[in-house]
């Protein structure tokens, strides 16, 4: 296969309601939509999940698009292809950037699986004909939390992520599980804390939570292992981990019991792969992340999770959870707490509404 064609485009998209954790507040949602075209006309779809400024991780919308266009795509067009893997070498040379990497590696799974004439589930290995969906619930009025769990929790999700930070954290939980006794239920702290929180953590422990996401550093994992000696709570690495080799580590240290995987955080779905077959080795709990994504992040999110090793619901929600009207059809549903796997269709198993990407559509570059 050859990429004869990558288009860039630019969107930004209102969230139905801002998204707040202990970092920052997410109102509207700039983010990147990569085209590829292959030499038979054939078209694939990727997501940049980079933000508009460097929160999460260093990467922006900004960076990314300097990194697409100037490195990885020249790296990408008018090779031949034999394997969307070959995308991962081919960038081997270019260091970190993996929201970038994701992108365009995205954009070529899609194509190639379509080429192929088999959906995104099956060239990466799933099996699950449907994946048990959770929820994120951003910081905020707790009373408006505690409704807005409940709503959640009607609409059939199967597992709700509510954000704490230092100050809201204790009261929040307790007030959740007072009203929530047997939702099953986990915290993401997104860094908020560090090794000198130990003993104020340790209360977290009567809260019966799943896991405890991201306490410490972003670039930690030693004090994640101490602090994980200390707690009952499974800790779950977020930020701390970038690539196979990274989950190794952390494994290997006791810094974490459960794995969260982002494609866009590991630099795409070979990496997320590779993530998953070590997790399932080693009988380690994993789930899939969410990065506010339109539906076509969400769709190679949706193939990835069918692998045998995301045994826990992850943050991949219904397309209605964040968007009036999203880019892809038909928009992702929610069905008794779950969400289909498109078995039926080739690729990631949705089409881009090419009308609603104008809508929203902020920047567009095409490049041959
Ligand atoms: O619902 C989602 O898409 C994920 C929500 C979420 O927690 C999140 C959203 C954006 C960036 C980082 C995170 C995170 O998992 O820390
Ligand atoms: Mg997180």
Known sequence: MIIHQVTLHQIQMRMKTPFTNSLTTVTDRELILVEVEDESGRIGWGECSAFSSPWYTEETIGTAWHV??????PRLLHTSLHHPRDVAERFQPIRRHPMAKAAIEGAVWDVWCKAEGIPLARALGGTREQIAS???VGAGDLGVMV?????????????????????????????????????????????????????????????????LEQPLAADDIVDHARLQAELSTPICLDE????????????????????????????GLSEAKRIHDLCLDRGIPLWCGGMLETGVGRAHSIALASLDGFTLPGDISASNRYWHQDVIEPEITLEEGSIKVPWDRPGIGFEVDRHRLQEVRVKKKVYT
């Open 68 to 73: 697409m266009e100037d490195f990885l795509i």
């Open 134 to 136: 959770g929820v994120a």
């Open 147 to 211: 409704e807005t769990i409940r709503c959640r929790v009607e609409q059939g999700y199967r597992r709700v992520k509510v954000k704490v930070k230092p100050g809201a954290d204790i009261k929040v939980l307790k007030r959740i599980r007072l009203e929530f006794p047997d939702l099953p239920l986990m915290a993401d702290a997104n860094s908020a804390y560090t090794l000198e929180d130990v003993d104020h953590l340790k209360q977290l422990d009567d809260f019966s939570l799943m896991m």
């Open 240 to 267: 701390s981990l970038h690539s196979a080799a990274d989950v190794r580590r952390a494994l290997e240290l006791g810094s974490c019991r459960v794995v969260n995987v982002k494609p866009a955080r590991v630099g």
